[in-house]
């Protein structure tokens, strides 16, 4: 297939400007391109939980999908970490079925494989965090090292800092 190149470079650059106005917004994480990013990882028939929804966060077990790095950064309070890559059922075997688990990384993506994981080990009440512990952050909710609050988030890797325009970021 002939791709013309100077009206594809057309379509580009408008995109390439679109985009450097939105990562230099101070709102990014609530801009056009963050939620299509998270609408691009979140599958429609995966239940997510939102900030304002203190019915469901309030009665939860929070997981940590993250890696055990990235947890030892920052973590929401009260939250367990059970890993992705290092995941096993045995490290929740201890929660009730019935339990409600909001699981979280991130920005969702490998939140959401563990909670698919949970439902289909019968687990019932499996929510993933609208944008992860990035949205947490940027909406000024608080996050602990140990028992101590901090204003530090593990940002998976440079190129996914991005996302943070919250506190000091770590790669």
């Not at 009730?96 to 959401?112: F, L, M, N, T």
Request: overall charge positive; hydrophobic content about 40%; aromatic content about 14%.
């Amino acid at each position: 297939m002939f791709i013309n190149k100077p009206k594809f470079m057309l379509i580009r650059i408008p995109f390439i400007f679109l985009l450097v106005f939105l990562i230099q917004s101070p709102t990014f994480s609530q801009s056009l391109a963050y939620k299509t990013m998270l609408s691009g990882i979140y599958e429609k028939d995966f239940p997510l939980v939102y900030l304002d929804q203190d019915e469901i966060l309030g009665k939860s077990v929070l997981l940590d999908t993250r890696e055990k790095e990235e947890y030892e950064v920052s973590h929401i309070k009260g939250a367990r970490w059970v890993g992705f890559d290092t995941f096993s059922m045995e490290s929740v075997r201890d929660i009730p079925k019935d339990q409600p688990i909001v699981v979280y990384c991130s920005v969702g993506a490998r939140s959401q494989d563990i909670g698919k994981k949970l439902k289909s080990a019968g687990y019932k009440k499996v929510y993933n965090l609208y944008g992860g512990i990035f949205h947490w952050m940027n909406e000024e909710q608080p996050v602990y090292k140990d028992e101590k609050t901090t204003n530090r988030i593990h940002t998976y890797n440079r190129a996914w800092s991005i996302w943070v325009n919250k506190g000091e970021m770590v790669f």
